[in-house]
T-cell receptor, first 110, second 117 residues
Framework: KQEVTQIPAALSVPEGENLVLNCSFT??????LQWFRQDPGKGLTSLLL?????REQTSGRLNASLDKSSGRSTLYIAASQPGDSATYLC?????????FGTGTRLKVLA | DTAVSQTPKYLVTQMGNDKSIKCEQN?????MYWYKQDSKKFLKIMFS???????INETVPNRFSPKSPDKAHLNLHINSLELGDSAVYFC????????????????FGEGSWLTVV
């Protein structure tokens, strides 16, 4: 059974810091891994999708890496801003469904 | 133009009532889902549909009945509501079923906040 864990559960950092969010999954047989952002009272917005054949994806200040063999992905946020404050979730896709991680609640202090 | 829209956004109802949540996607996707997010923010799949056909029913009580009149719509009807049904319900869609290819991004609606009193 696929389990997806995110560490840390919560993180508070001063503005401008570079930070890393972690995602671990127990079954390496995945097709894609996605990172999402969820703002309070809102749905999930896809940030980055890494295909199983890829090692990383970049979008602006965000960089996500994938190591299938070790069952890990990291989301790197450069020069964090208060607007980055949100919950970040990773998800892996297995047969017929996406399985979500437990989430990391990020707060960037001005 | 909202890609995945669901209504209502907020719903407060009494135990024992029956309620429905509607969802529509205008992305031309084949696959739609219902997810439940509990108070701890954990997101768990309830149902997935592909071209109006039920693919996954993730051990959801029979009181929950999804209906897909066409591949752009997936509604959720809940009978005999219980206190434990209080949660946020998210509708989502993707181009195809997970596990059938790479690059399959999933898109979410804004959520429906259900409170059972």
């Amino acid at each position: 059974k696929q389990e997806v864990t995110q560490i840390p559960a919560a993180l508070s950092v001063p503005e401008g810091e570079n930070l890393v969010l972690n995602c671990s999954f127990t079954d390496s047989a995945i097709y894609n891994l996605q990172w999402f952002r969820q703002d309070p009272g809102k749905g999930l917005t896809s940030l980055l999708l890494i295909q199983s054949s890829q090692r990383e994806q970049t979008s602006g200040r965000l960089n996500a890496s994938l190591d299938k063999s070790s069952g890990r992905s990291t989301l790197y946020i450069a020069a964090s801003q208060p607007g980055d404050s949100a919950t970040y979730l990773c998800a892996v896709d297995r047969t017929y469904k996406y399985i979500f991680g437990t989430g990391t609640r990020l707060k960037v202090l001005a | 133009d909202t890609a995945v829209s669901q209504t209502p956004k907020y719903l407060v109802t009494q135990m024992g009532n029956d309620k429905s949540i509607k969802c529509e996607q205008n992305l031309g996707h084949d696959t739609m889902y219902w997810y439940k997010q509990d108070s701890k923010k954990f997101l768990k799949i309830m149902f997935s549909y592909n071209n109006k056909e039920l693919i996954i029913n993730e051990t959801v009580p029979n009181r929950f009945s999804p209906k897909s009149p066409d591949k752009a719509h997936l509604n959720l009807h809940i009978n005999s509501l219980e206190l434990g049904d209080s949660a946020v319900y998210f509708c989502a869609s993707s181009p195809s079923l997970p596990g059938q290819g790479t690059g399959n991004t999933i898109y979410f609606g804004e959520g429906s906040w259900l409170t059972v009193v």
